[in-house]
Nanobody, 119 residues
Framework: QVQLVESGGGLVQAGGSLRLSCAAS????????LGWFRQPPGKEREFVAQ????????DYADSVKGRFTISRDNAKNTVYLQMNSLKPEDTAVYYC????????????WGQGTQVTVSS
């Protein structure tokens, strides 16, 4: 249905910034929302941020509010996650995922990109 490819991860010092990209292909017209999730080492995957594909609304986890911004460029079928003021606890594999309706779960997932924040 939809294929997602993340990029932009890397190693950064605490206080630094990174921008992650998620390029969508395939049946992108079927996307209702696209979200970012992360899985820290040894922990469960957790929600980070999401946006309606229309861009009308965005939601953030409390832990990233004021530091991370999700945005999308529909012309490029790409969603971004701008991460500022990074902390060591932001270290994780970051995944983007697509949901096909308001009532559905996130069903399409990318392969993930590693973000490491050094102290």
């Amino acid at each position: 249905q939809v294929q997602l490819v993340e990029s932009g991860g890397g190693l950064v010092q605490a206080g630094g910034s990174l921008r992650l990209s998620c390029a969508a292909s395939g049946r992108t017209f079927s996307i209702y929302a696209l979200g970012w999730f992360r899985q820290p080492p040894g922990k469960e995957r957790e929600f980070v941020a999401q946006t309606r594909w229309s861009g009308v609304t965005q939601d953030y986890a409390d832990s990233v509010k004021g530091r991370f911004t999700i945005s999308r460029d529909n012309a490029k079928n790409t969603v971004y996650l701008q991460m500022n003021s990074l902390k060591p606890e932001d270290t994780a594999v970051y995944y983007c995922a697509a949901a096909y309706s308001r009532d559905s779960s996130y069903d399409a997932w990318g392969q993930g990109t590693q973000v490491t924040v050094s102290s």
